[in-house]
């Protein structure tokens, strides 16, 4: 296949050389905003840089998007409108009702279309989600997820992030969708400045906690923050009847315990690159699967769409002071209730 890759940045640099490595691409089409970028990434795996997006996706048989986050939509509406098989980074649309518009036209025109949550692709989330689907966990009480930058994103991308809870958090709602296999019904979440004052500035919080319940009444704790001082953070721990199992501890979880007998621990994950980079491979190999007709998409454009429906209510949650429940926010055609969350 000839797969065009839509943004050379950091991660878009991680996906070429994983695309590259993958014997069904015959051809790496990279495009960028800036020339350049595309040109030192083609020259880095061997891929072809191509001047402008319209003519890689005209080319391309497949396509896959990591360019800036506000240019998510028009580009998935770009690829799908050609009929190409696309990845797109979450979130699908930085809004709601427009992510709403694209899941309809995805869904009406069958294009296999996979949104970019790796933690799906984590060998740890993939057994929790096993032992969830099994019983072996018994009935689950509570699970706990954490996320904790290494460092806060750089001041330029804080006004385009969408803010903490669509752009952070949004992981941790997939992930708790995914594993648990439930529905979240009702958010109470709370936000706040600890970091640096720039995220004020621009409307927005680096540290939050947040509650989620269930349909089925089962509990969901999150705790997320833009820096750590000991490095990339991301856990979740699940309790139940039968046992309780954590995913993200080991010998590189940047916490430092303070017990006298404590294992020692290595150097501490540095950023999601490398904390994931074996599920961003993992997730790369199902799309191309998916793009050659052997399977269906493992996260779909309905998923990123859920997962934007419980970010947007921790979003009003944390600006109203108020548990919202999800039955408030859109869904099938209809408006937020509340005033637009920009």
Same mark, same amino acid.
């Given at each position: 296949?000839?797969?065009? /890759?839509?943004? !050379? #940045?950091?991660? *878009? @640099?991680?996906?070429?050389?994983? =695309?590259? %490595?993958?014997? $069904?691409?015959?051809?790496?089409?990279?495009?960028?905003?800036?020339?350049?970028?595309?040109?030192?990434?083609?020259?880095?795996?061997?891929?072809?840089?191509?001047?402008?997006?319209?003519?890689?996706?005209?080319?391309?048989?497949?396509?896959?998007?990591?360019?800036?986050?506000?240019?998510?939509?028009?580009?998935?509406?770009?690829?799908?409108?050609?009929?190409?098989?696309?990845?797109?980074?979450?979130?699908?649309?930085?809004?709601?009702?427009?992510?709403?518009?694209?899941?309809?036209?995805?869904?009406?025109?069958?294009?296999?279309?996979?949104?970019?949550?790796?933690?799906?692709?984590?060998?740890?989330?993939?057994?929790?989600?096993? /032992?969830?689907? !099994? #019983?072996?966990? *018994? @009935?689950?009480?509570?699970?706990? =997820?954490? %996320?904790?930058? $290494?460092?806060?994103?750089?001041?330029?991308?804080?006004?385009?992030?969408?803010?903490?809870?669509?752009?952070?958090?949004?992981?941790?709602?997939?992930?708790?969708?995914?594993?648990?296999?439930?529905?979240?019904?009702?958010?109470?979440?709370?936000?706040?400045?600890?970091?640096?004052?720039?995220?004020?500035?621009?409307?927005?919080?680096?540290?939050?906690?947040?509650?989620?319940?269930?349909?089925?009444?089962?509990?969901?704790?999150?705790?997320?923050?833009?820096?750590?001082?000991?490095?990339?953070?991301?856990?979740?721990?699940?309790?139940?009847?039968?046992?309780?199992?954590?995913?993200?501890?080991?010998?590189?979880?940047?916490?430092?315990?303070?017990?006298?007998?404590?294992?020692?621990?290595?150097?501490?994950?540095?950023?999601?690159?490398?904390?994931?980079?074996?599920?961003?491979?993992?997730?790369?190999?199902?799309?191309?699967?998916?793009?050659?007709?052997?399977?269906?998409?493992?996260?779909?454009?309905?998923?990123?769409?859920?997962?934007?429906?419980?970010?947007?209510?921790?979003?009003?949650?944390?600006?109203?002071?108020?548990?919202?429940?999800?039955?408030?926010?859109?869904?099938?055609?209809?408006?937020?209730?509340?005033?637009?969350?920009?």
């Amino acid at each position: 296949m000839k797969i065009a /890759l839509i943004g !050379a #940045g950091r991660i *878009g @640099r991680l996906h070429a050389r994983h =695309l590259a %490595a993958d014997p $069904a691409t015959r051809e790496l089409l990279i495009a960028d905003a800036l020339p350049k970028a595309a040109e030192t990434a083609a020259r880095d795996t061997g891929g072809r840089s191509v001047p402008t997006v319209d003519e890689a996706l005209d080319l391309a048989d497949a396509v896959v998007i990591a360019a800036a986050t506000d240019a998510h939509a028009a580009l998935v509406r770009a690829a799908v409108e050609r009929g190409l098989p696309t990845f797109v980074e979450k979130p699908l649309a930085l809004e709601l009702n427009e992510t709403e518009d694209l899941v309809e036209l995805i869904e009406e025109s069958r294009v296999p279309v996979q949104v970019g949550f790796q933690r799906r692709f984590d060998r740890a989330y993939r057994e929790g989600r096993r /032992l969830v689907e !099994a #019983g072996e966990l *018994g @009935r689950i009480y509570l699970v706990r =997820l954490i %996320a904790h930058d $290494a460092e806060p994103p750089p001041p330029a991308y804080i006004p385009t992030s969408g803010g903490m809870f669509r752009d952070s958090s949004i992981h941790d709602f997939d992930a708790f969708r995914y594993i648990t296999g439930g529905e979240v019904e009702s958010v109470f979440a709370l936000g706040t400045v600890r970091v640096d004052e720039v995220f004020e500035r621009h409307d927005d919080v680096d540290t939050v906690g947040a509650l989620l319940r269930l349909a089925d009444g089962t509990l969901g704790v999150l705790s997320a923050t833009r820096h750590n001082p000991r490095g990339y953070d991301i856990r979740m721990e699940l309790v139940g009847a039968r046992d309780s199992v954590s995913m993200g501890v080991g010998p590189r979880t940047p916490s430092r315990s303070l017990e006298p007998d404590a294992s020692p621990t290595e150097a501490a994950w540095e950023s999601f690159l490398t904390r994931f980079e074996d599920a961003y491979r993992a997730e790369l190999a199902a799309f191309v699967a998916m793009a050659r007709g052997e399977s269906d998409s493992p996260c779909t454009a309905g998923d990123a769409f859920e997962a934007m429906r419980i970010a947007v209510a921790a979003t009003i949650s944390h600006r109203e002071s108020r548990v919202v429940k999800l039955a408030e926010i859109a869904r099938s055609r209809t408006e937020v209730t509340h005033a637009p969350v920009s």
